[in-house]
């Protein structure tokens, strides 16, 4: 059976390896959407939809992981036509891992089987507060794969996030 879970990988991290060998331990393989793939250079979306391709491929070839696909997401600014919108850009899948109400209601109303994951560690395993420790200059690769803060390192991700969170007052 193929999965599909979508994120925003902003920075792709421990806890997302963690759900993504669980996927793969109930199924033969998983499609990771790279969600809001439009957005980069924000607070909240600093990296590109490329470079989180290349953090999360990376993490996971490192592993060992070779059983997924992954695709980048763009947003629609339709609720009812986004599973029809991910369905147009991914290979079939049947089941969907998803925490995110609206996510679940919406693969559910199309007919997917739709399961929730346990969140782990969510206190440092979350892309905000990822961000805040590169921001405020705290280990935060403790936090990410090793092969994700390499990635970060080599295009100066935590500089980026820096200088976006800076104020022009």
């Known amino acids: 059976m193929r999965a599909f879970i979508v994120g925003r990988f902003q920075p792709f991290h421990n806890g997302h390896m963690e759900i993504l060998k669980r996927i793969l331990h109930e199924n033969d393989s998983v499609i990771i959407g790279i969600g809001s793939a439009q957005f980069s250079h924000t607070l909240k979306d600093p990296f590109t939809a490329g470079e989180r391709h290349l953090m999360i491929s990376s993490a996971l070839e490192e592993s060992?992981?070779?059983?997924y696909y992954l695709v980048p997401i763009e947003d629609v600014n339709s609720?009812?036509?986004?599973?029809?919108?991910?369905?147009?850009?991914?290979?079939p899948f049947?089941?969907?891992?998803?925490?995110?109400?609206?996510?679940?209601r919406l693969f559910y109303e199309k007919g997917y089987e739709v399961l929730s994951m346990d969140l782990l560690n969510r206190k440092e395993w979350s892309g905000t507060s990822i961000r805040n420790k590169m921001i405020r200059g705290e280990?935060?690769?403790?936090?990410v794969p090793p092969a994700v803060a390499r990635v970060i390192d080599e295009i100066?991700?935590?500089?980026?996030?820096?200088?976006?969170?800076?104020s022009d007052e």
């Open 139 to 143: 280990n935060w690769k403790k936090d």
């Open 156 to 166: 100066d991700g935590v500089s980026r996030i820096r200088d976006l969170s800076e």
């Open 64 to 67: 060992g992981v070779y059983n």
């Open 94 to 104: 049947q089941r969907v891992y998803t925490n995110n109400p609206l996510v679940k």
């Open 79 to 91: 609720n009812p036509l986004w599973v029809s919108h991910v369905e147009s850009l991914t290979p």
